[in-house]
């Protein structure tokens, strides 16, 4: 990407980095003040050409209005220029007849990727604590999640069962397939004995082709000759399907996936 240095403080900037000091330039000046476009041109010393397509870019977002000539902050803070948008996405989602018993990982990390946000504080973080009461634990092992000859893979959800009396979840990492990660790869866990996986690639992204790990999962076990961790296809409301990059059902997605026990 060309970039450029700044003779007067030395920052690098390039085309990204550009766009969002112009964003940051813009907002500030209308933050407490509405402004008209010929006054954002002095205060911003902005081209009228990239400032046209700043204003027009925020407007759209949401993260301005437009009144009169008058160009004002639509809000004090990100979650709040974009809240309305968010909400709206979400009404869309639980609207869904997927949506009518529990909640679904990728659609709403389908509308929170749209605008970045982090999902820290409505997602469990993916590192677990070994419950207090249980006994001293023999031994761990990984299980990996597998996905083979899938088309135009967008997004995913994997429902898994496990006797929490014989082991306890300890991590779970992405894997290597859809090159994804927090907060677009997710994990939680309803109840003591079901892990909830699902990950989703972000705007208009092409969908993954081929074979490859979703993720990989460390348990810890209390009991020799455990019965190994399952996909089901339902529980608790939570299923396990796979989503193509026009978010339509991806058919037989279950027989599809596999979970391997893999050290």
């Not at 933050?31 to 700043?54: A, G």
């Amino acid at each position: 990407m060309p970039q450029i240095t700044c003779p007067n403080c030395g920052t690098t900037i390039n085309l990204e980095n550009r766009r969002a000091l112009d964003f940051k330039l813009i907002r500030s000046a209308t933050d407490k003040t509405p402004r008209t476009f010929t006054e954002l041109l002095h205060i911003t010393k902005l081209s009228r050409k990239t400032l046209n397509l700043r204003l027009k870019e925020l407007c759209a977002e949401g993260i301005l209005l437009k009144n009169d000539g008058m160009y004002s902050s639509n809000g004090a803070s990100e979650f709040g220029n974009n809240g309305g948008n968010i909400m709206n996405n979400l009404s869309r989602v639980f609207a869904n007849k997927k949506m009518t018993t529990g909640l679904v990982l990728v659609a709403i990390l389908a509308c929170f990727s749209a605008s970045g946000y982090v999902m820290a504080m409505m997602i469990a973080p993916t590192t677990y604590v070994q419950p207090a009461l249980k006994p001293a634990a023999l031994g761990t092992f990984t299980v990996a999640l597998n996905i083979t000859n899938v088309s135009d893979l967008y997004g995913w959800q994997a429902a898994i069962s496990f006797n929490p009396n014989q082991m306890s979840l300890q991590v779970t990492r992405p894997g290597n397939f859809m090159s994804v990660d927090f907060p677009y790869f997710v994990a939680s866990m309803p109840s003591d004995d079901f892990l909830l996986l699902g990950a989703t690639l972000k705007g208009n992204a092409v969908g993954v082709t081929g074979s490859g790990t979703l993720a990989t999962i460390v348990f810890e076990y209390y009991v020799t000759g455990y019965t190994p961790p399952s996909i089901v296809n339902e529980k608790a409301g939570f299923s396990t399907f796979l989503e193509d990059s026009s978010l339509s059902t991806i058919p037989g997605g279950q027989t599809l996936l596999t979970l391997n026990v893999v050290g």
